[in-house]
Each structure stands twice: as structure tokens, then as C-alpha cells.
């Protein structure tokens, strides 16, 4: 399952009796496409460190936009905060 908040994007399966689950800040996100794996749609993303590829996301037009509305949204807010530091 895929979890999306307004400033992370978290991950949660259990496959076979192993759990795999992560958390990714909007800050980290370099780009988000939309992907086709195993012939089902699917959306990648990329980090500084890693390529996170996500597959049989339902909805996935409106999974993708409200992703991207989100990243921007956050890219912005980082942009501002790390202006308003003093030096």
C-alpha cells in the first residue's frame, strides 16, 4: 500500500511473510514518473540515493497528480525556509 502525505510518500507490503516498508520525504524527491512494470502501471521515485518503483497503482492518473501537486508544493516550502535562514 502506498501512503501519501503532504510531506512524505510511505510505502507498506507483506509478500511471502517478509514486510517491506519505507518512508520518503518530499525534500529528497529528485523527479516522479509514471512507469509501466509488468505490463501494469506503476509510478517511479528517485532520490539522491535509490529509484523507488511502485506497480499496480490503481488510479494512478490521479495518484500521479496529486503526487507531483504535493512535491511542488514542498520544493517550494524547502526553497523558502532555507532562504530564511540567517548566515
Not at 507490503?13 to 529528485?30: D, N, R
Not at 539522491?48 to 497503482?57: I, P
Request: with cysteine; aromatic share 16%.
Amino acid at each position: 500500500r502506498l501512503y501519501v502525505f503532504s510531506n512524505h510518500i510511505c510505502f507498506y507490503s507483506t509478500l511471502f511473510g517478509q514486510k517491506f516498508q519505507c518512508c520518503i520525504p518530499f525534500a529528497e524527491v529528485l523527479d516522479l514518473e509514471r512507469i509501466v512494470v509488468n505490463l501494469t502501471p506503476g509510478i517511479m521515485v528517485t532520490t539522491r540515493e535509490k529509484k523507488f518503483r511502485f506497480g499496480s497503482v490503481y488510479f494512478r492518473a490521479k495518484c500521479y497528480s496529486q503526487l507531483r501537486q504535493l512535491w511542488s508544493g514542498s520544493y517550494v516550502i524547502v526553497e523558502e525556509t532555507e532562504e530564511d535562514v540567517p548566515e
